[in-house]
């Protein structure tokens, strides 16, 4: 633990630092970024040192972390990420685990977990992560911070590493709504749609449904507070399909664990290289999966997203716990984790399988730990779902307006 | 030369076959990847000997590759492409340039030049290739074949090698406008529009007024024919921008340029890897291009989006010459084959800047030498597109109805 990092954030070894390139919405910001995305001169570890030794480091700066910095901000460090990206705890058995910030007995979340520990601490206003299957939304509700997947494609993940391009997106955190805005002014393509053009509220009943009673309740006043903001909720199921959460979550999980092995088996198989707890389970099922349940994945994948597509089209906004439950416990055993992870998961691929651009409010808490409330809008409405996330948060007091 | 493969099309080797995994609209038919594209059990050379050396062999096969197999399909090899896919030519000094079928005596197009050879050739009737700035495109109308660049994000690139993630498209080739669309019925998402739904026809005066009168003048009857299919043509300018396709080509130029650095260029630091005449000199300019330049094409193209876009809303589709001019002779220097790149890449940039889908269809020409008639639709129209192309390939009598 050193001074500047008591949380344990950031990767191991030199500190990669660039000043901003020009001036903006992000002047005065500091940032760092998940140790997927490339920084010229520096190592991209991916959180394994198997991978750090069999790659040359970067010789070039990803264009997401051009952006912020043309944008006023400067970049302090890497922060450490699951191996691989593979993982929703946040834990790394190679460079330590990072501390929770607001729940120290707690696991961070992940794949994400040095940037949303980094954001919580204080120790920088923004930070870079990706988000596949949960890896910004997870961390972020379990680090009480704000987190945002964008529309799947809307930001660049050139010079990043790839875990499942269909599902890979380039995510950030914040502390307040309004920086989490002002990073999609840098990185967000211009839209279409106008900002005030989100409503109705649609509540999801599966999805509040699954959470933990604690963690619904707790959540509940935000949701009030949403429909203050875009007037009267309506209680929707997310759709037709009975058992979605299960479907959506073998959905995912299909289709992730053959991306997964199609974009770094044979990278694996030729290195063989050293995982920690889950990770190389999780390959290894990867590797595994039959391509007759991915099919059956994908074409369900096509029903859901034109039944999502069509709900969402006119500008209706899904709000539901972003994960059913705090972060377990540093205690819990790897089943525990296992269970956790499948029942958050078919919520997370809600927005995973149609390409929805999702916001994590730090809403909530139970028993001391944080729980956050997703916004999820339909694809290419960032811009506007950041702008409602704001307005929600000043309207709970969580910052100022 | 071969007996199996007089055209030079395959990458040198055994030859990577798969037996077709299920029943489709594909059945019977056999087709090609690009060898960029992953296919289990072997090397994917992306065009460049120190690539294969320094990379492992495939431990599992890209998903656009299964989904043509599961619909039918049977791969009977992979196809050469330029080095890293930079470059329109389709030489390869390492692999042997393909020969064009339809014009011995001219470059094939590339970078996917081996995949359109093979269907060219009449060796396959489908072949995938990659389109970043026109690889698909261009190739197909250098040998008179139907090619398709999908709307990007579309169609899955896992698997496969990338150089611009921002313009990177998996895209494919066939001798028939109906092979063409049951392919993208492999391989494309459920469409939220109906087929119904393309029209007007949009002349796009700018780019035609690019083309070399001959080229223009032998793709007219093909416009004519599709008036008559869609309704009226529209004579627009494509936008209002002065000096248009110069624009388009700098903004696509400089983007691209850092897109190939950023994912490429740590490989070519660390491993020097030995270029053919125009490769290496490629990534060099691809090195020193300067981020404000980049950032330029930046705004330029989110500007040029938001315009394209709203023009093509209702349904609109742009026709105009795939590119501006035949293949250049295999006898034209490196100066005379830099010339026609930059000015093909001011027009096949328009689609790729805005992420519209573009198909080539072989209606023309010049001198013996095949040129090809796009139609350019909005993001997500691929299968409204594909069924017009069959339309208007059946009225113009290049297939039966």
Redesign the interface.
């Given at each position: 633990m050193t001074a500047d990092d008591p949380v344990h954030a950031f990767v191991p070894g030199p500190r990669a630092t660039m000043a901003p390139?020009g001036h903006g919405p992000l002047d005065g910001l500091s940032f760092a970024v998940k140790d997927l995305f490339?920084v010229q001169g520096h190592p991209t570890t991916y959180g394994n040192p198997d991978w750090a030794r069999t790659?040359?480091?970067?010789?070039?700066?990803?264009?997401a972390v051009?952006a912020l910095l043309?944008a006023g901000a400067r970049l302090v460090g890497k922060t450490k990420t699951v191996e691989l990206a593979f993982g929703l705890t946040g834990e790394n058995i190679h460079h330590g685990t990072p501390v929770n910030p607001k729940a120290p007995d707690r696991f961070p979340g992940g794949s994400s977990c040095g940037s949303a520990a980094a954001v919580a601490a204080g120790l920088v206003d923004l930070a870079l992560g990706s988000d596949t299957g949960g890896s910004v939304r997870i961390p972020a509700s379990y680090c009480g911070v704000f987190g945002i997947r964008p529309s799947?494609?809307a930001v660049?993940?050139?010079?990043a590493r790839?875990l499942?391009?269909?599902f890979d997106t380039c995510g950030w955190f914040a502390r307040s709504a309004r920086v989490l805005r002002l990073a999609g002014d840098a990185l967000l393509?211009?839209e279409?749609h106008s900002p005030e053009s989100l409503g109705p509220v649609l509540k999801a009943q599966s999805v509040w449904i699954n959470a933990e009673p604690a963690t619904a309740a707790a959540l509940l006043p935000a949701f009030e507070a949403l429909e203050q903001v875009v007037g009267l909720g309506v209680a929707v199921r997310v759709e037709g399909f009975p058992g979605i959460l299960d479907r959506t979550y073998e959905a995912f999980r299909c289709i992730q664990a053959?991306?997964a092995?199609?974009?770094l088996?044979?990278?694996?198989?030729?290195?063989k290289p050293s995982f920690g707890p889950g990770v190389g389970e999780r390959f290894a099922a990867a590797?595994a999966m039959s391509?007759d349940k991915?099919?059956e994945g994908r074409h369900f994948r096509?029903?859901f997203?034109?039944r999502i597509?069509?709900v969402l089209a006119g500008g209706g906004v899904f709000a539901y716990p972003t994960s059913p439950m705090p972060a377990p416990l540093l205690s819990a055993s790897l089943a525990e984790q296992d269970a956790v992870r499948a029942r958050s998961m078919g919520v997370t691929a809600i927005a995973g399988l149609v390409g929805l651009c999702e916001v994590s409010i730090p809403a909530g808490q139970v028993g001391g730990a944080p729980v956050g409330l997703s916004l999820v809008a339909g694809p290419g409405r960032d811009r506007a779902l950041l702008a409602l996330a704001e307005r929600v948060s000043q309207a709970m007091g969580l910052e100022a307006a």
């Amino acid at each position: 633990m050193t001074a500047d990092d008591p949380v344990h954030a950031f990767v191991p070894g030199p500190r990669a630092t660039m000043a901003p390139t020009g001036h903006g919405p992000l002047d005065g910001l500091s940032f760092a970024v998940k140790d997927l995305f490339d920084v010229q001169g520096h190592p991209t570890t991916y959180g394994n040192p198997d991978w750090a030794r069999t790659h040359p480091v970067a010789a070039a700066t990803a264009p997401a972390v051009l952006a912020l910095l043309e944008a006023g901000a400067r970049l302090v460090g890497k922060t450490k990420t699951v191996e691989l990206a593979f993982g929703l705890t946040g834990e790394n058995i190679h460079h330590g685990t990072p501390v929770n910030p607001k729940a120290p007995d707690r696991f961070p979340g992940g794949s994400s977990c040095g940037s949303a520990a980094a954001v919580a601490a204080g120790l920088v206003d923004l930070a870079l992560g990706s988000d596949t299957g949960g890896s910004v939304r997870i961390p972020a509700s379990y680090c009480g911070v704000f987190g945002i997947r964008p529309s799947w494609g809307a930001v660049s993940l050139t010079g990043a590493r790839a875990l499942g391009p269909a599902f890979d997106t380039c995510g950030w955190f914040a502390r307040s709504a309004r920086v989490l805005r002002l990073a999609g002014d840098a990185l967000l393509p211009p839209e279409v749609h106008s900002p005030e053009s989100l409503g109705p509220v649609l509540k999801a009943q599966s999805v509040w449904i699954n959470a933990e009673p604690a963690t619904a309740a707790a959540l509940l006043p935000a949701f009030e507070a949403l429909e203050q903001v875009v007037g009267l909720g309506v209680a929707v199921r997310v759709e037709g399909f009975p058992g979605i959460l299960d479907r959506t979550y073998e959905a995912f999980r299909c289709i992730q664990a053959q991306e997964a092995w199609a974009t770094l088996g044979s990278w694996i198989e030729a290195t063989k290289p050293s995982f920690g707890p889950g990770v190389g389970e999780r390959f290894a099922a990867a590797k595994a999966m039959s391509p007759d349940k991915a099919a059956e994945g994908r074409h369900f994948r096509a029903r859901f997203c034109q039944r999502i597509r069509a709900v969402l089209a006119g500008g209706g906004v899904f709000a539901y716990p972003t994960s059913p439950m705090p972060a377990p416990l540093l205690s819990a055993s790897l089943a525990e984790q296992d269970a956790v992870r499948a029942r958050s998961m078919g919520v997370t691929a809600i927005a995973g399988l149609v390409g929805l651009c999702e916001v994590s409010i730090p809403a909530g808490q139970v028993g001391g730990a944080p729980v956050g409330l997703s916004l999820v809008a339909g694809p290419g409405r960032d811009r506007a779902l950041l702008a409602l996330a704001e307005r929600v948060s000043q309207a709970m007091g969580l910052e100022a307006a």
